[in-house]
């Protein structure tokens, strides 16, 4: 097989198929081939180390499960400081021992890359729920309570009650054990995919707003703070969606 014909297969090959081209072709005297087969190694060994980070990624689940509890629901949310919108939260419920490749905090991820660990979300995850508080009742409770109570319609949401909570760094008012755990769309699976899945929704629905109120830049802020959203608001004022409680020092 000629290098370049070689080097499609390579490039479209799962890694057990990787494993299988590179002891065929690990004799190959051809330079080509020779980095084919070089680079094929170090993608192993970069899988390698990605099980092992996501296995610990487990650690949380996996004390859950020892515990006795099968449906283990990670909690997160998005939108807590943006100027305008809603602020979203979402649960997930996985299966023991989930290996998603690339999961992380939704903040450490590329758009790019959430969305390929979003579709990976949605072929494993045995339950999602999303649940959404709009920027009138957060500036009717605050956003803290808003937040608990984005959470606690993500939980309400799922299609399988959870038997334990695992959430970022917050408690809910919810009968069910919970776990508040700081940093954890860095430590836990559940909670990190509830991140992704939060994030990419808010997003896209902060792109449908921008359609709505062009003057805003949604599509590019989000909502958030930034210096030609705040420009935007003093030029046109605010609109609907914009957190009354929040923009009282820009008007």
Known sequence: MKVAELKKEFDNASISKTKELIETYKNDTRKGVINLVNKSLQKIQNYEKEKI?????????NMCITEGYKFIAGIDEVG??????????CAVILPKDTFIDGI??????????RKKVLEDIRKCALSIGIGLVDQNI????????????????AVENLHIKPQILLIDALNIEYNLPQKAIIRGDERSISIA???IVAKVYRDKLMCKYAKEYPQYGFEKNKGYGSASHIESIKKYGICPLHRHSFIKNFI
């Open 53 to 61: 980070r996501v296995r610990n990624l487990n650690i949380f689940e």
């Open 193 to 195: 995919a509830a991140s």
């Open 80 to 89: 807590r400081g943006p100027l305008a919108g809603p602020v979203v939260a």
């Open 104 to 113: 992380n905090d939704s903040k450490k991820l590329s758009e790019q890359k």
């Open 138 to 153: 957060i500036d009717d409770i605050n956003i803290l309570n808003a937040t608990k109570l984005a959470m606690l319609r």
